[in-house]
Nanobody, 112 residues
Framework: QVHMVESGGGLVQAGGSLRLSCTVSGVTFSRDRMSWFRQVPGNERDFVATISWDGATTVYADSVKGRFTISRDNAKNVVYLQMNSLKPEDTALYYC?????RGQGTQVTVSS
């Protein structure tokens, strides 16, 4: 059974930072690409970042490039999203995905 549990969200002022974590079990984590998406109620989900199985390749949405960093620890089955210089428009439910699986998400709220 696949479990994906996000944590690290919260309320932060604009310009602040948060580090999200996603702990994964039930898949061969070290061989899977991992991604972060975000969604605001009433909107479609938006791609945020993705990282290859070995961490060698990362891709970011233009809206977060230079501010967010995705990384992974294959020994711990965890993928991270370091978010710096946060903006109010970054407010959303953030969740990690691999293949057909996704977690429940963690809420990030950025106040102006």
């Amino acid at each position: 059974q696949v479990h994906m549990v996000e944590s690290g969200g919260g309320l932060v002022q604009a310009g602040g930072s948060l580090r999200l974590s996603c702990t994964v079990s039930g898949v061969t984590f070290s061989r899977d690409r991992m991604s972060w998406f975000r969604q605001v109620p009433g909107n479609e989900r938006d791609f945020v970042a993705t990282i290859s199985w070995d961490g060698a390749t990362t891709v970011y949405a233009d809206s977060v490039k230079g501010r967010f960093t995705i990384s992974r620890d294959n020994a711990k089955n965890v993928v991270y999203l370091q978010m710096n210089s946060l903006k109010p428009e970054d407010t959303a439910l953030y969740y990690c995905e691999t293949g057909a699986y996704r977690g429940q998400g963690t809420q990030v709220t950025v106040s102006s």
